[in-house]
């Protein structure tokens, strides 16, 4: 009877380490697709106008970025940004995917440069930038203070949208950005 027990011990334990390793190569694969993309695709990202790579989901960072390939698109929007010197919303996108892939240290001064200096509009871009950083830095008053801002004028076309990914914010205050606002991709 002991010699059974032991036996099936033994088969779960192989099927473990098997699907282990399964996973394990399923995952480098993915990686190694991730960078490939990246490689093969990096020339001509850099051929893009800001507005192309920014936006166009096809031909873009948002190519790696639909794939779960977040590190690979943080990259892409790391090297364009300091060969290409793009308008801010590059900036910002290139901040969000570095916390996405859960780099804020390097999303911080991403997202620095993509405040606006002359902001005096009823859209809060500049709030909704600080209240990521806040975020990211982990200030829960400051984010706070920057929700608010955005609220007051929820009337205003695209602060609706910001502050419902603030409020994701807030609800998940703590957990890392990725996991924070997943649920609104999902």
């Known amino acids: 009877m002991t010699s059974g027990r032991s036996h099936i011990a033994f088969v779960a334990c192989l099927l473990a380490v098997s699907l282990h390793a399964h996973t394990d190569q399923r995952v480098r694969a993915e990686d190694v697709s991730c960078a490939k993309t990246l490689e093969k695709s990096m020339p ?9 790579f920014d936006f166009d989901k ?9 794939r779960k390939c977040y590190q690979e698109a943080a990259e892409a929007l790391t090297v364009y940004v300091e060969k290409r010197k ?24 991403m997202l620095e440069r993509a405040i606006r200096p002359d902001e005096e509009s009823p859209f809060k871009w500049n709030s909704y930038v600080r209240a990521i950083q806040a975020f990211l830095r982990k200030d829960r008053e400051s984010l706070l203070r920057e929700r608010e801002v955005i609220a007051a004028r929820v ?6 949208m910001n502050l419902r990914v603030v409020d994701k914010l807030v609800e998940n205050f703590g957990m890392s950005y990725h996991d924070a606002v997943r649920s609104l991709t999902e």
Do not use: C, I, M
Request: no cysteine.
């Open 44 to 52: 001509e990202f850099l051929s893009l106008s800001p507005q192309e």
């Open 58 to 66: 096809d031909r873009g960072w948002r190519k790696l970025s639909e």
């Open 86 to 109: 793009p308008p801010y919303h590059v900036y910002f996108h290139a901040g969000q995917l570095l916390a996405t892939a859960g780099n804020s240290e390097k999303a911080l001064p």
């Open 155 to 160: 009337d205003v076309k695209g602060n609706e």
